[in-house]
C-alpha cells in the first residue's frame, strides 16, 4: 500500500492487536486496515512466483511447431492395442526393435520425417480421469470401431468423452478384412450420434484400417499429420520444462519412477522440478525404447527418475530453479489442498445449488448423463429434456445409454461438470462411493414427470430474475423548507400506498419527470423513519436534487426480481 510499518502496526494497536512487522494477522483485520487506509482487499489463491512465470503465456516468435499427441478410444475388444502395437512397431527399424523393453505410457513414432506421440491408455477411463484433474493432454482422439460390430455401448461412451473433451476426432474402421466388415454400417451408425464422416458430407475423417495386415495405416498417420496441422500445434522448446504425468510407479531398483509428458519447453537431465506434492531432480530420463535420453522437447513422453515420493497421475510438473524453490511450491500445495478438503465442499454443482455455481456467460448450460432401463426412456427422457432448453439456459445431455449407472458415467460427470440422471436404474456402492468423493450427483427417479419437473425447477432457478418496477406510493410536495448543510427538505402528504426509507422516487412537476433518484432522508416530524403510510405528512431529502416546489407529485416505487419460469 506504499504505507510505512510503523503506520500499519499503530493501526493494528488502535484495533487492540499488538502486532510485530512479521506476524501473521487474519484476513478480515487485514480487509478492515487496508479498508482505513482506502485500499480494497482481494483475496486470491496463492501461487508461488516460480509458477505464476512458468504459467505465462510464450512470445508468438518463440513458438514451435510441435508434435501432436494422439490417444486411441473405442469399444474392448475392438483392437485398440493391436492397432497401436501395429503402429508402434511398423515405424520403428528391425535394429530398434530390440530396444523395446520397457513400457512407458506412450510412445513417439516418425512419419513423413514428422513425429507423432500416442498415449497408450487403457481407454477412456485413464483419459477421463485425467481430464477429470485439469489434464487436458491429448490434441486428437482416434475413435476404434470394428467393422464388423459397429457402435457398441464403450463405443457410445468414448464419443461422449471426447466431444465433452472438445478434441479433434478421427474415425479408425478396424478390422476391414474380415468377411463380415461393414464400414457403411458404422459410417450410418455415426450419424446417430452427430459424427457425420466426409463420405455422407461431413468433415469427420474415418479410415478403414487392419491391425493384424497393416492396411491403411500409412493412410491413418497421413491424416492425423494433416489433422494436426489444421490445429496448428505449436510450444516454445527454448524455456524451462512443464508438462503432466502420465502414470507413475515405485520401480525396485530404481525407486519411484514416473512417465513425464512434456507439453512446453524442453527438459533436460539435472533439471529441478516440481509435481504435486514432490519435488526432485531429473536423475535420468529414458524414452519409449528404453534408451537413455539428455533432453525432452515439447510433446515428447519419458521416464524420469529422481522423484523424493511417486506423483500422481495427471498432476502438473514444472522445472524450477532450484531445490528450495520446488520443496516451497510442494509444501504449499500440500497445505492448501489439505486445508480445501477440510472445507469439505464438494466441488462439482448440485441442483439445488446449480444455478449460483454456474460459469459467467449469457448462455448457461447444464450437462446431464442420462442412464435408463430401456431405450424408449432414453429416447423420450431425452427428447424432454431438450425440450426445456431455452435460449438462457441449455440442457446438453452429454451421454446418454441403457444399463445402471457405472464409475465410468460418474468419471465423465466429474470430468464435464455433469449430474447423473437416473431412471428406473440405480448405481452399486462402489460407485455411489466414487461418486461422493468425485462430488458428483445422482438423482434417480421412476417417473418420468417428477424427473422433468426436478430438472425444470433447477432451470428456473438458473433463469435470470426479471426486475419487475412496483408503483408503492404516491405522495403530493406541500412546502419546502432549505435547511443548512441538507439542502431542500420537500414536506409532502402521502396520498396512496406508502413510502420507505429505501425506495426510489420519482419527480413529476405538471405530470413531466423532472427527477428520478434515492432517498436521501425520511422524517417524522424530527425523527428518523423507515416508513410513512397514506394518510401521514412526512418530510424528505432527495439526493441530487436542487429544484422542488410545492404542487410536485412524488412517485414513489420499489425493483421486484420476478423468478422467470418456462411456461411464460
Known sequence: MGRKTKEVMAKLKEKGVNAGANQMIEFDLIEEVAGEFGYLVEKIPYEHEALVELEKPDPEDKLKERPPIVTLMGHVDHGKTSLLDKIRHSRITAK???????????YQV??????????????????????????????????????????????VEAINHAKSAGVAIIVAINKIDKPEANPDMVKRQLLE?????????????????????????????????????????????????????IEAKIDK?????????????????GDTFTCGYTYGKVRGMFNDLGKQVKE?????????????????????????????????????????DESTKQQAQPKKLSLEDLFKKMEEGEVKELPIVLKCDVQGSVETIDAL??????????????????GAITENDVLLASAS?????????????????????????????NIIYELTNEIKAAIEGMLEPEIKEEVIGRLEVRKVFKVPKVGFVAGCYVQEGYITRKSMVRVYRDNILIHEGRIS??????????????????GLSIENLKDIREGDEIEAYINVEVKKTLDK
Not at 257 to 265: E, H, P
Not at 523 to 528: A, E, G, L, N, S
Request: contains cysteine.
Open 385 to 402: 429434456l431438450n425440450k426445456l432448453s431455452n435460449p438462457e439456459v441449455k440442457i446438453n445431455v452429454i451421454h446418454k445409454a441403457v
Open 521 to 538: 432522508s425520511l422524517k417524522r416530524f424530527k425523527d428518523d423513519v423507515s416508513e410513512v403510510k397514506a394518510g401521514y405528512e412526512c
Open 296 to 336: 525432452a522437447p515439447p510433446s515428447t513422453p519419458v521416464e524420469v527418475l529422481g522423484f523424493n515420493t511417486i506423483p500422481d497421475a495427471g498432476d502438473k510438473f514444472y522445472v524450477v530453479q532450484n531445490e528450495q524453490v520446488a520443496r516451497e511450491i510442494a509444501e504449499v500445495k500440500k497445505v492448501r
Open 110 to 155: 516418425e512419419f513423413n520425417g514428422k513425429k507423432i506421440t500416442f498415449l497408450d491408455t487403457p481407454g477412456h477411463e485413464a483419459f477421463t480421469k485425467m481430464r477429470a484433474r485439469g489434464a487436458n493432454v491429448t490434441d486428437i482422439v482416434i475413435l476404434v470401431v470394428a467393422a464388423d460390430e459397429g457402435i457398441k455401448p464403450q463405443t
Open 193 to 245: 450420434h452427430d459424427l457425420v464422416v466426409e463420405d455422407y458430407g461431413g468433415d469427420i475423417i474415418s479410415v478403414p484400417v487392419s491391425a493384424k495386415s497393416g492396411q491403411g495405416i500409412d493412410e491413418l498417420l497421413e491424416y492425423i499429420l494433416l489433422v494436426a496441422e489444421l490445429l496448428e500445434l505449436k510450444a516454445n522448446p527454448d524455456r524451462p520444462a512443464k508438462g503432466y504425468i
Open 253 to 269: 531398483g530404481r525407486g519411484p519412477v514416473a512417465t513425464v509428458l512434456v507439453q512446453n519447453g524442453t527438459l533436460k537431465r
Open 417 to 445: 461438470n455433469a449430474i447423473i440422471v437416473g431412471f428406473h436404474v440405480k448405481a452399486d456402492k462402489k460407485t455411489m462411493k466414487l461418486a461422493e468423493q468425485e462430488g458428483v450427483e445422482i438423482r434417480i427417479h
Open 96 to 106: 530398434e526393435a530390440g530396444g523395446i523393453t520397457q513400457h512407458i505410457g506412450a
